[in-house]
């Protein structure tokens, strides 16, 4: 017993330390995740359908873990509504085979729907916001809600909310 008292102090030191170091590589990936790189910008045909640099213009994007920098996924528009961050918040359900990037956040709050963001295309009535969307004019648009899509963008996942979503898009065509 006398032994285990005089390590204590050492061990204590020594797995605080582990803990943090674990922590803070979690921390650089997650923080290397926020932008997409231009790897996997293409479809199957070679042509590029996301653009990267539309994430300079994603409000608080650090919320945002980057699961794969370019994705093209189709379904139905279930909704569609404008946010106070200048950004149009649409769910997709979508077709069959694509059931694997749900969370069961999807699932459960979002009825199997996933949320897909279309960025900088309405008035921005949040203050905090600030110039995310100065110098961009987003061309995708807007599908009415009950349209059969195909839409690109990051697949992301939302750390507030923990839904995946397709945010930014950048291309949304009517099927």
Known sequence: MQMFKHYFPAVIILFSLLMFSSYK???KQVSKNIIPSLSGM???SGIST???EIWKHVY???RLKVIKDCITVSGVITESRAEPD????LLL???AGNESLLTRKNLKNK???????????????EKKVGDACKGYVNHVTIPSVGAHVKVSGSLVLDTHNGWNEIHPITKIEQQ
């Open 93 to 95: 359900k979508p077709d």
């Open 42 to 44: 293409n479809d199957s």
């Open 25 to 27: 590589g979690q921390e």
């Open 60 to 62: 608080n994007p650090s």
């Open 111 to 125: 009825k199997g729907n996933l949320v897909i963001e279309a960025i900088c295309v309405n008035n921005i009535t």
């Open 86 to 89: 200048g950004d149009q918040h």
């Open 50 to 52: 996301c653009d990267p």
